[in-house]
């Protein structure tokens, strides 16, 4: 066996899916595992995930959610019961036919989503309004049989929180269901430096199932959309199946009023591809499970000196950190074996938001080299001013890691007035579209066919004003239409 | 469909098992779900899951333990590398033999345990000396099949962690097997107030691949013995299969020498059978999700005294609760419209270890009326001293469940010179056995066979110097002995 090596990163500036797959890799972000379709997410990955559950839970717990736990097994037979539900998910399902040596009689399906088997057991709980509303989230693993695989945006098994709500009234639902929709929009805009258009789904590309899909759509760097996380109204398409029933305030027999939003391990794999450059991912530091790492300079003067050296540096280094820390600053010290250029790639390539070198040259002048992963600008900062400083430029590479998202973003979305154009675009930069359409199913088909671009939402708030705009012409096929949808073509 | 009446608890005194699995049906910790011998476990049950995952986050990091996660699905060639493993496996193998709509030509194991996947990465990711320790650790499902199932405690599917370290030297894998070791031991004796015997299992009762198991055995109210967290030397037995080989500091290439430890929900079925009564569980306070419940008593007056009663309750109840939750300590406010007496019950049954009663008599009298779950003692404070009081009696009911556990377990502890001693003892009050035997696996077979108890472990440091003790025969064969065994019946 042969020491590993590592091997230069691939250009993002070349070829931006070659870079994501090599990055994610060489970040030690995750991994192929053994079989096809998964993969392994590794403590630097999983600490990404960590954080975003940490952030999720506080949103929740802010409207009473709690978490639990359903179980990995569905029986076929309740998948079975909602109609358009069971053909949404049939062509991605995993079966277990063999439980302890034995052939099953009923197969089991590995959960691909579980409005099933978690309204199986809310009809058992709920009698009475007072039993509402039922407020759960569950954190777990779901498998959806893929032919073609991705690392973190398309993957057999992945990971996700899937919240699922009942309620007195619609009115109450529509409320938990665009909740949820927010947090999600907080999530990938104030957190991930993603922004996001926020819109309903249309009839076909909504959610198996559901009345109403409430998506958040971010632009990728190659001008591919991302679709996020979701949240859907149910209605009582699944209380009517499942027979969830409640005693009213006047005693009537109803129906509950559904919600279910999801948000998964796909989001990281829009972090990665939104913010990085050639040297790696970069980021944004309110996620960043390491937002600083220090690394000493050791002395290249003699042995006596370079021993002196050390110690002066961890005596200036361990207060600093504690400092720091104290702040909630999160802070790595480096001092492995390695050269220091390789350091420095090693923290570039991971995407710490800020590097500290600290060398003897530095503790005599009690200053601090300060390097920003994103822009690579240095700065000297005296030793009584750096706290104030990091916390400031953490806000700001924060803010600037959005912006110029954001930036790319709003650059990219067009207009287009004839199907010419839309179909120039797509072939071309790519982006968002935004274009009448007739909200016809086949028009819809025949655009994507044509196209690969899909409808990606009925935007509802991203350019203020636009969404009452007068009615138009569908860009395809000249029918009168309503509202400008947004397309792009989507991973 | 009927408005739900909660009925009557059944009564711990008469039977344990019944009242087990009922309390955990009533107190909403867990349900039955639809597929046979899995269970969905709701918010008040998983809020304890989750506490146990942040006492034991902290613990694992105090020693670089990273959380990752790995598939579920196992190829079934990874699984038959290593041989005593996969046999101590194949029994419960859940296979997954169909995806996406066609039949796979190598079934999927659902993940029993992820030795097999995680060390085929392993191998992968390990070259030097310097890429060790790996110190991995994933929170996941596992599925093992099973054909007699019990809340809780034996799940075809159930939740736990699994850590997996590989290190340079058998030492280095030593200690931290003995720090995961130990670190089970805090959470049951200073968190779950479980004491438990320490030991080592016997060749037959060791985990399936490893070199030694050690495993912490708590004793249940009705003698039986639960098997509660192990940890696992497994030497080089994987590393030399999956071949993870690393070039050590002489430049030589070596095998890793790895460890491996699990904790699972099941510990939450020893809490619920080790602390309760006929009114329900009793939470120890360092894991109860909630602390203390305030219960605001209304008013009996007429109506306008009733509203300006309970403007005051509010006004008085607020920032005590804030002048708690300052402190760390867990609030819930009841509110609901239930009835007093109903209110009383459902806390009582949910194990919540304080109650504060206060209503306009505490109000004028500036003092609060606490009820103690444990002993149904009930004290009048004054509502200066109550933060303290509170804090004082926290700790005081935390020791004193731990106590009264240890004390029933030293008394159902004992030794036995012969085997009719030894089978009387297992035949009547159970509990554990101290008894010499000749490590002979067809001896501990028939032991097993004829009283229904088996080996627990070798105990280490549970009552000191008797491990050094003079050898002796074994208990049954009457060859010649070299330490005394624990020996109990089991969950």
Aim: charged letters at 30%; one cysteine or more; glycine letters at 6%.
């Amino acid at each position: 066996m042969q020491i590993f090596e590592k091997k230069e990163l691939k250009k993002r500036s070349d070829n931006l899916s070659d870079w994501y797959t090599d990055v994610i890799l060489k970040a030690e972000l995750a991994d192929y595992a053994p079989v096809k379709g998964t993969m392994v997410i590794r403590p630097y990955g999983y600490a990404l995930w960590e954080a975003v559950q940490e952030i999720f839970n506080r949103m929740m717990r802010t409207r009473g959610v709690e978490n639990a736990y359903f179980p990995l097994f569905i029986p076929h037979s309740l998948l079975e019961k909602e109609k358009e539900h069971v053909e949404g998910f049939s062509p991605q399902l995993a079966l277990v036919t063999i439980g302890g040596g034995e052939k099953l009689k009923d197969p089991l399906v590995v959960r691909p989503t579980s409005e099933t088997i978690m309204y199986a057991m809310y009809a058992k709980w709920v009698h009475s309004w007072r039993d509402l509303p039922i407020l759960i989230n569950q954190w777990n693993n779901v498998v959806r049989w893929e032919k073609r695989t991705y690392l973190f945006l398309r993957t057999t098994e992945f990971l996700w929180q899937e919240g699922h709500t009942a309620h007195e009234t619609e009115k109450k639902a529509i409320e938990m269901a665009l909740a949820a929709f927010e947090w999600y929009r907080q999530v990938f805009e104030d957190y991930l430096a993603i922004p996001v258009y926020q819109g309903i789904k249309s009839a076909a590309e909504k959610f198996a199932g559901a009345k109403t899909t409430y998506t958040n759509e971010a632009l990728m760097p190659d001008g591919k959309a991302l679709q996020s996380a979701t949240s859907h109204n149910l209605g009582q398409n699944f209380s009517k199946v499942f027979d969830i029933q409640f005693a009213g305030r006047d005693g009537k027999m109803e129906y509950v009023w559904q919600t279910s939003w999801g948000l998964s391990t796909r989001v990281l794999g829009g972090l990665f591809l939104t913010h990085g450059d050639d040297n790696g991912i970069i980021l944004p530091p309110k996620i960043a499970p390491i937002q600083v790492v220090i690394v000493p300079i050791e002395s290249k003067h003699v042995k006596k000196n370079a021993l002196q050296s050390a110690r002066d540096l961890f005596l200036y280094i361990e207060p600093l950190k504690k400092e720091l820390e104290g702040k909630g600053i999160r802070i790595r010290v480096d001092s492995s074996v390695e050269s220091l250029g390789r350091k420095f790639n090693k923290w570039e390539l991971k995407g710490v938001p800020l590097r500290f070198e600290i060398g003897d040259t530095e503790v005599d002048s009690n200053i601090i080299k300060v390097a920003r992963r994103d822009t690579f600008e240095k700065f000297n900062i005296q030793r009584s001013d750096i706290v104030a400083y990091t916390e400031r430029l953490l806000v700001e590479i924060q803010k600037s890691l959005f912006e110029k998202a954001k930036k790319f973003r709003d650059d990219n979305t067009r207009d287009a007035a004839t199907y010419d154009e839309f179909k120039k675009i797509m072939s071309s930069t790519r982006g968002f579209i935004r274009a009448f359409w007739c909200e016809d199913a086949a028009c819809e088909a025949a655009i994507k066919e044509e196209t690969k671009a899909s409808t990606r939402c009925l935007p509802l708030n991203s350019r203020p004003g636009l969404e009452h705009e007068a009615s138009g012409v569908c860009v395809r096929c000249g029918k009168p239409a309503s509202h400008r949808w947004l397309f792009a073509q989507s991973y």
